[in-house]
């Protein structure tokens, strides 16, 4: 399983917070993003050629900064949703406490089935991709996905 409770925990999916000091309005946090955190945002906002400002570092040597990005607050939980899922997670537990846990194909089935039944009260909700084609679903008419 892979957790997700912070800002920090993004770090490995290509998603570093930098400060928070760089909004004008205190809302947003500057973060630098690697490939794979800009794949993640592309697929999280639905936004195929997602494009992103500068990057403020640039990261180590084996995994560059791309770009940055101000996010809100808000945006950890569904961020982190398409992290896990964009990264090997067969599904998504989200809590009502904004926990994130990624189900991985190699879990022993008792680990999941300890957290929905210990833990039901606190689960907000499962996510996994169950669509046509993916995080997207293809429409019925044209055929088209994005």
Known sequence: MKRIDCWNDLTPFGIEILTGEACGLSYRYLCDVTENGRKVLSVAFGIPEFALAEPWNSGPEADRHVGSIMLANSMLAPIGVFALLENGCSEVLLFKSGIM??????????????????????????????????????????????
């Open 101 to 146: 846990l990624g189900i991985e194909p190699a879990d022993p089935p008792d680990n999941v089935k300890f957290w929905e039944e210990n833990f039901k009260p606190d689960l907000a909700r499962k996510f996994s991709y169950r669509g046509t084609a993916g995080s997207r679903n293809r429409h019925a008419m044209s055929g088209r996905i994005e």
